[in-house]
């Protein structure tokens, strides 16, 4: 993340370093000013609490943009279209319109939740076999191949999710809301050391394409923490889509253009760095649709809990781990035993997120199954009080339960995890009542490492989350026009029929998990949600080790070791995350009160702001 807006106490002197840097800076091109006109990225603040309305994202300057539209009369969709516009600018290795995600809704009229899945999607060309090696017959290598490359790039969802969002619920316009986010992107922001690492980690692939090191490598450096960097590009960008609508992306120049791009990655002369062109055409743009879908439903100890159905695994891999934890008097055990029955229920959800869910409109996902109390109550027959399971455990078998136990668990097969963990998420009410989930994503930190040229924005790689062997019978194998399952997991809770709790994260395949552990520190283990959003954290994708951060086995290794847990820190080979889950959420009561809360640390920390403090 990086970040500042200029007006920030004592950033005067940051201003006049921006006027000067416009002044001088080629047109069309990205610019940092030089290290000796530092400025200081604006202060965050990761809890506040207050009236009117509130927004949660990891970036200072989209919470400031967001609060503006709040302060301004605007709605919770108006506000986080505008906010996710300027983590286009701010965030764009995780998000932007190069990209997909899925936003879920409450709407105080109705009592409803809804939600827009916006994921990307395969070209209509697709081949099963896009990620296999003909001389081998096995799959390219994850890194560089699959990652780096224009077969990984799916029909972006992002602007039709958005201009969906705006025409069912808002009440601005899109040109408006991309209005602050062009500014920002024009006037530039200040780079910090999130930014300038991520940067750094992606040099050699970002240095692989022309448009990209134009846009982020000027010199062949990342851009120094403490430097202004504009986007002029990508506010023209913006500022074409405001004046042509969504139809300029889908159908016009840019659609053109996008298709060319995947199809020809603009490769720097010289680079070694193999890139496989991608097949999406124009055709593809045209014909990309976002789906509204029910959101998917548990209760949970007297709440209502909504979730994202497929093509995400989020609401149903959640739903299933609460109603498997729903037999448990949790609030009563000791915090191991408690924490032990959280990875074993999180394992079996797993087990039945890999086998059973992918997207819903080419494959038959057992829902109601997976997410029915008796077959939870069924699958809990497993998990033992005391000793951790063989992992990894079998799928459930949804054609046959009654919620009876027989029988051992069987043995399941592992899965390659290739969900990076990077994504970001927003959560936004307003003074009616309204709330917004939204979690957005361009895969990969940096996506495919592909700037479209001269537009200002990556493509994802959002299509290395199918499964890179095609299986029949795999729900996530790759099929032309499908949709990779995805893992995120934006969650409305409702109690008494009003919003109680609304969390998402970032994170791959750690989303799940994260989502659900603030979800069950906040309600069996009495934390406040700020303390849940900052507590350590441990993830169990039916995995013998469970992926855990530092502080997470230092604290409860030992103890859970009693019961055959095993923990390894986050960090997978050529990765340096060391954190699960820079979440953000807001919780409603008592009254009118809402407490809006950010990551503390986690990326450098998240940004929250109320339209009343108090
Ligand atoms: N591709 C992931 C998913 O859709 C999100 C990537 C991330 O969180 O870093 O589940």
Redesign the pocket.
């Known amino acids: 993340m990086k970040s500042t807006h200029a007006l920030a106490a004592g950033a005067a002197l940051a201003l006049g370093s921006t006027l000067l840097t416009i002044g001088i800076a080629p047109a069309g091109a990205a610019s940092a000013t030089a290290a000796a006109h530092r400025a200081t990225p604006p202060p965050k603040q990761a809890t506040m609490v207050g009236t009117g309305g509130g927004i949660s994202t990891v970036d200072a300057d989209a919470s400031r943009i967001g609060l503006q539209v709040l302060r301004q009369g605007g709605n919770a969709v108006d506000a986080a279209v505008a906010a996710a516009a300027a983590l286009g600018v701010t965030e764009p290795f995780?998000s932007g319109i190069g990209g997909?995600?899925?936003f879920v809704y409450y709407d105080h009229r109705t009592g409803k939740v809804r939600t827009i899945d916006g994921?990307e999607t395969a070209p209509h060309a697709m081949s099963h076999d896009a990620f296999i090696d003909p001389s081998t017959g096995q799959p390219y290598p994850f890194t560089p191949q699959r990652v780096t490359s224009g077969v990984s790039v799916g029909t972006p969802g992002s602007l039709a999710t958005w201009q969906r969002a705006l025409h069912r619920w808002g009440t601005r316009s899109m040109a408006r809301s991309l209005r602050p986010a062009a500014a920002l992107a024009r006037r530039g922001f200040v780079v910090d050391r999130t930014f300038n690492q991520q940067v750094s980690d992606n040099a050699e692939r970002f240095q692989a394409f022309t448009s990209t090191r134009r846009l982020y490598l000027r010199g062949g450096h990342a851009p120094t923490v403490g430097s202004r960097l504009r986007n002029p590009d990508l506010a023209a960008t913006y500022d074409l889509i405001a004046r042509k609508g969504v139809r300029a992306f889908y159908r016009g120049a840019l659609a053109q253009q996008i298709a060319r791009t995947v199809q020809r990655p603009p490769k720097t002369a010289g680079t070694d760095l193999p890139v496989m062109p991608g097949s999406m055409t124009r055709r593809d743009l045209a014909r990309y649709r976002v789906v509204d879908r029910r959101p998917t439903h548990v209760t949970y100890r007297g709440r209502d809990v909504y979730g994202m159905g497929p093509a995400?695994?989020?609401g149903s891999t959640v739903g299933e781990a609460l109603n498997i934890l729903s037999n448990y008097h949790l609030s009563a055990m000791s915090a191991p035993a408690a924490l032990h029955h959280y990875l074993e229920a999180s394992a079996l959800a797993y087990a039945d997120r890999n086998a059973y869910v992918g997207d819903p409109d080419k494959v038959h996902v057992p829902l109601a199954d997976l997410l029915s109390p008796t077959y939870a109550k069924e699958r809990a027959c497993a998990l033992s009080p005391t000793t951790a399971m063989a992992k990894p455990v079998a799928a459930g078998d949804v054609s046959s339960y009654d919620g009876v136990c027989s029988g051992a668990p069987a043995t399941g097969a592992a899965r390659e995890d290739t969900?990076?963990?990077?994504?970001?998420n927003l959560t936004v009410s307003d003074r009616w009542g309204n709330v917004v989930e939204y979690?957005l994503?361009?895969?990969?930190?940096g996506g495919s490492g592909i700037v479209v040229p001269h537009r200002g924005f990556l493509l994802n790689n959002?299509l290395?989350?199918f499964s890179a062997v095609y299986d029949p019978h795999d729900p996530n194998r790759i099929e032309p026009d499908k949709r990779?399952?995805?893992?995120?997991s934006p969650t409305i809770v409702l109690r008494h029929g009003k919003p109680w709790l609304a969390v998402g994260?970032?994170?791959?395949?750690?989303?799940i998990t994260t989502v659900l552990q603030i979800l069950f520190d906040r309600i069996d283990r009495g934390m406040t949600l700020p303390q849940a959003i900052a507590a350590p954290r441990a993830s169990n994708q039916n995995s013998a080790t469970t992926t855990a951060e530092q502080a997470f086995i230092d604290r409860y290794g030992a103890a859970l070791a009693a019961y055959g847990q095993k923990f390894a820190p986050p960090g997978a080979p050529g990765t340096s995350a060391a954190e699960i889950g820079a979440a953000t959420g807001i919780e409603f009561g008592p009254g009118r009160r809402i407490t809006v809360a950010a990551e503390p640390t986690r990326r450098g920390g998240g940004s929250a702001r109320v339209v009343r403090a108090g």
Do not use: H, K, L, V
């Open positions: 995780s997909g995600g899925f994921r995400s695994s989020g969900e990076n963990r990077e994504t970001t979690t994503t361009i895969e990969q930190t959002e290395t989350d990779p399952r995805s893992s995120i994260s970032p994170g791959g395949a750690t989303i």
